[in-house]
């Protein structure tokens, strides 16, 4: 834990939290016909692991704050996302977002990092947002780059890997990075400030009835290309740096001895018996 | 040289992590010019992804010169330091970003092809860039490092851009290292390890209990401790310990590659999972596929009798 500071004055801080909806880590993904694309029809989407911890930071912040008295923060929920998006973002105005934006335009879709964080930090920008929280890493594309994407276009100071996040005056923010083998950093970045946040950050909250009847009223802007001022070459498909040929189910095996079928006791007293042979027991 | 064969260039010392050697042997792959570009601290002063990014993004087009610039590849190990500055590199070169590659190919004409695994592991895609400069993160473990050429003799280091000194973007404060907190990991030399498909804090007993009949310590995958069902001092991987134990018994757990770059040197590793794709079945010398809750007290069970416990 970091240690309290003194409150400070906020008016009119907006923190923005980018939510991804991608297929639930549970189930196994078929490869569509086209032969590079999941076959999203039967496909149970959820919320990103790491988004929701972004999203449950943001509400701590915001009732830190209100706590110390310094002004409640405006907390935005952005997707981007075929129509089906809104349900997370739905989720997210639950859960206590303030409100939501939508980046629907079809030319937003198949994009990659490049051009994702394009869309969104153009989003993030029009919506003059002075800390934006993301995921470390998407559970489906895992390319742990489109919030450092954000941050570059935008120029603002970045972190991954987040493990605290404090407020600590109304242009700062102090942090902790996690290193490898478990070593973090303390670090203080100026605001506006882009931060990834790591999974185990915080444990996320579920949302209540209450919270699920007011979301309903809660503004859910739609955003196109248009309305963000960017080029439809830039975002998408179009936009991507990369181009995904081929998907492929990974070979199994390569491995050891595979004990499978049997009852439990009988595939204990095999595997004994293995351990056993190699002076193990 | 031929013309359409890319300028492949090596980021050295990029974090700690997996070494140079692998990410050579990867270059190698991809084309006979290699070149090697050294991030040094002392030179640099210290990390921020923007400056780094900025100041190896200005060494590469500085090496280009004039003219239309060759096709670059720019390869880093996949450290948590390289994954927080590359993507940033890669706008600064007007480059296609693909991290943790585990593949890569080249067809000899200019055609570059990489592989990465996508939704953790459960399938692997072919990913082809559409520019002319592509920066990727290399996976630890994916490419042997006796593999690797020898290093190209010329060596650049690279500096500060002269307008950027001075600019802080981050400012780090102070440094934590890890907790021990009474858990000899490292030491042990047998582990038992509680994965997600434990499935709860009061589950976690099933492995305890195995780890008791076996002598073994118990360790714990990053979303056991993140869930709060063992304290983080538990934790196996990339960002918790390296171990390699003589047994190293997994249960419930996939197999993803931040685990299994803190325990693929264990000598027999031991695989419970109901799963018989999971990725862990491909480094396990043993694997039971069937529901850890049935196995294991059944080996519990075994090893107790065996003991007259
Ligand atoms: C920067 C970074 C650092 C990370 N560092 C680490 C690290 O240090 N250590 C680490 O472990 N992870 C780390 N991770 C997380 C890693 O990517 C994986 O998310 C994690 O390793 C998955 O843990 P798991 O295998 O326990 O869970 P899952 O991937 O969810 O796997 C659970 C497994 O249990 C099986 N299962 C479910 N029920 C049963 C049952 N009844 N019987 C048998 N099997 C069952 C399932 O088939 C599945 O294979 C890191 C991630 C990032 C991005
Ligand atoms: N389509 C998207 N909509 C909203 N946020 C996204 C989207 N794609 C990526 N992000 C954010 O960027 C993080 C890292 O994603 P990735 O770079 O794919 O690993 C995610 O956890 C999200 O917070």
């Known amino acids: 834990m970091l240690p309290r500071q003194q409150p400070w004055e906020n008016p009119g801080l907006k923190i923005g939290v980018c939510i991804k909806q991608v297929p639930d880590s549970d189930a196994h993904p078929r490869i569509a016909d086209t032969g590079r694309h999941i076959d999203d029809r039967e496909v149970n989407w959820v919320i990103s692991s790491c988004d929701l911890c972004a999203l449950e930071e943001a509400l701590l912040l915001v009732e830190a704050a209100e706590k110390a008295g310094v002004g409640r923060p405006e907390l935005i929920a952005f997707s981007l996302g075929p129509a089906r998006v809104e349900e997370a973002l739905r989720k997210a105005l639950a859960l206590g977002a303030d409100r939501a934006v939508h980046l629907a335009d079809a030319d937003f879709q198949g994009g990659d990092a490049l051009a994702d964080g394009r869309a969104l930090a153009a989003a993030i920008d029009r919506a003059a947002c002075d800390l934006v929280l993301a995921g470390a890493q998407s559970d489906d594309l895992g390319q742990a780059a489109t919030p450092a994407v954000i941050a570059g276009l935008l120029g603002r100071p970045y972190a991954w890997l987040v493990m605290a996040v404090e407020l600590e005056r109304a242009d700062s923010v102090r942090i902790v990075r996690e290193l490898e083998g478990g070593s973090n950093e303390v670090l203080r970045l100026g605001l506006p400030a882009v931060l990834a946040v790591q999974a185990g950050i915080n444990k996320p909250r579920f949302a209540s009835l209450r919270g699920a009847l007011q979301a309903r009223r809660k503004p859910l802007e739609t955003v196109d290309c248009t309305t963000l001022g960017v080029e439809a070459g830039q975002v998408g498909e179009a936009g991507a740096g990369t181009e995904t040929t081929a998907l492929r189910v990974p070979p199994t095996g390569g491995g050891g001895l595979l004990i499978e079928g049997d009852a439990p006791e009988t595939a204990a007293t095999e595997l004994l018996a293995h351990l056993e042979r190699e002076a193990l027991l | ?309």
């Open chain 2, 1 to 309: 040289m031929s013309r359409t064969e890319p300028v492949v260039w090596i980021v050295e010392n990029a974090g700690s992590g997996p070494g140079s050697r692998e990410t050579l042997a990867c270059g190698r792959i991809l084309g006979p010019d290699l070149r090697l570009a050294l991030l040094d601290e002392e030179r640099l002063g210290p990390y921020s992804p923007g400056v780094y990014a900025e100041a190896l993004g200005a060494l590469i087009v500085r090496e280009n010169g004039d003219g239309e610039p060759p096709s670059t590849v720019v390869l880093l190990p996949h450290t948590y330091q390289a994954a927080e500055f590359a993507p940033q590199l890669a706008l600064r070169l007007g480059a296609a970003y693909v991290p943790s590659i585990s593949g890569a190919a080249a067809d000899g004409r200019g055609g570059l092809c990489f592989r990465r695994s996508i939704l953790q592991a459960r399938l692997q895609a072919e990913v082809r860039p559409r520019t002319r400069a592509v920066v990727a993160t290399v996976q630890s473990g994916a490419f042997s490092s006796d593999e690797a050429p020898a290093p190209p003799e010329r060596v650049v280091e690279v500096c500060l851009p002269a307008d950027m000194e001075g600019q802080p973007e981050r400012e780090t404060l102070g440094r934590m290292a890890a907790g021990a907190g009474g858990v000899d990991l490292p030491g042990a030399e047998r582990i038992v390890t509680a994965g997600r498909g434990v499935g709860g804090a009061d589950e976690v007993s099933v492995a305890a209990d195995l780890a008791a009949a076996l002598g073994a310590e118990l360790g714990a995958s990053r979303p056991v401790v993140d869930n709060g069902w063992l304290p983080r001092e538990h934790q196996v991987g990339s960002s918790g310990h390296t171990v390699a134990p003589d047994l190293y018994v997994a249960l419930g757990v996939s197999g993803s590659i931040q685990h299994l770059m803190g325990m693929s040197g264990s000598r027999i590793i031991v695989a419970v999972n109901n799963d018989p794709e999971a990725p862990i079945f491909s480094v396990a010398q043993y694997g039971v596929v069937g529901d850890l809750h049935e196995v294991a007290p059944a080996l519990t069970r075994l090893l107790n009798e065996r003991a007259g416990r």
